[in-house]
Nanobody, 117 residues
Framework: QVQLVESGGRLVQAGESLRLSCAASGSIINLSHMGWYRQAPGKQREFVAGITHADRTNYIDSVKGRFTISKDNVKNTVYLQMNSLKPEDSAVYYC???????????WGQGTQVTVSS
C-alpha cells in the first residue's frame, strides 16, 4: 500500500548538480528507512544512500562528500542532492522504503540520470 514516485532525473553535464525527489504515499506510518538505489545498463542495482526515521544517513563510498540524502516529514518526501556529478553516476535511480513491521520493501518506478562528459 506504499507508493513511491521519483522525479528530477535528466541529462546534465559532468560537474553539475541535480536533486532527485521521492514522494511517498499510502500506508507510510511504519516506514523506518528510505533510500536510493541505482542501476546502470548491464549492471546490478546498487545501494546509493539511505536515511532512517531518526535522520541517520549512510552512503556508498563512491558518493560520499558529493551526495546528500534528506527527507521532509511533512511532505513525506525524500531527496537526493547530487553534486559534482560524474559520468559513472549515470543510471536509473530508484527510491525505496522499508516497512519495519511487515519487513517489506517498496520501490518507485525510477528516474533516469544521465551525466555527459
Amino acid at each position: 500500500q506504499v507508493q513511491l514516485v521519483e522525479s528530477g532525473g535528466r541529462l546534465v553535464q559532468a560537474g553539475e548538480s541535480l536533486r532527485l525527489s521521492c514522494a511517498a504515499s499510502g500506508s507510510i506510518i511504519n516506514l523506518s528507512h528510505m533510500g536510493w538505489y541505482r542501476q546502470a545498463p548491464g549492471k546490478q542495482r546498487e545501494f546509493v544512500a539511505g536515511i532512517t526515521h531518526a535522520d541517520r544517513t549512510n552512503y556508498i563510498d563512491s558518493v560520499k562528500g558529493r551526495f546528500t540524502i534528506s527527507k521532509d516529514n511533512v511532505k513525506n518526501t525524500v531527496y537526493l542532492q547530487m553534486n559534482s556529478l560524474k559520468p559513472e553516476d549515470s543510471a536509473v535511480y530508484y527510491c525505496n522504503a522499508d516497512d519495519y513491521k511487515l519487513a517489506s520493501r517498496y520501490w518507485g518506478q525510477g528516474t533516469q540520470v544521465t551525466v555527459s562528459s
